[in-house]
């Protein structure tokens, strides 16, 4: 199973971005989806989050900012990003809880990171 982000870059503050993460490979269903950012020096914290039935929680900091949504049909996870802040400068991974057979238990991957940067 492998997740490929995509979607980050340089935007002004203020601005939007579209954060996309596309989950490929033997997948039998995909269970919670989320993204998760880490600056330079700092830990890797929640910033949104998706249930497989579409229930979503946010940071306290990107909440009325930030939309999670997902497309169960293409297995994908995708981040809006409007008003955006120099504080939300990171670099963006997106995670999935995969199971690969009907049985097994549930496995978490992760992408491999876009960066997400906000000029002031």
């Known amino acids: 199973v492998q997740l490929q982000a995509s979607g980050g870059g340089l935007v002004q503050a203020g601005g939007s971005l579209r954060l996309s993460c596309a989950a490929s490979g033997n997948i039998f269903s995909i269970n919670d989806m989320g993204w998760y950012r880490q600056a330079p020096g700092e830990q890797r914290v929640l910033v949104a989050a998706?249930?497989?039935?579409?229930?979503?929680n946010y940071g306290d900091s990107v909440s009325g900012r930030f939309t999670i949504s997902r497309d169960n049909a293409k297995n994908t996870v995708y981040l809006q990003m409007n008003s955006l802040k120099p504080e939300d400068t990171a670099v963006y991974y997106c995670?999935?809880?995969?199971?690969?057979?009907?049985?097994?238990?549930?496995?978490?991957?992760w992408g491999q990171g876009t960066q997400v940067t906000v000029s002031s």
């Open positions: 995670k999935a809880h995969v199971k690969i057979r009907r049985w097994a238990p549930q496995n978490m991957y």
């Open positions: 998706i249930t497989i039935d579409g229930d979503t």
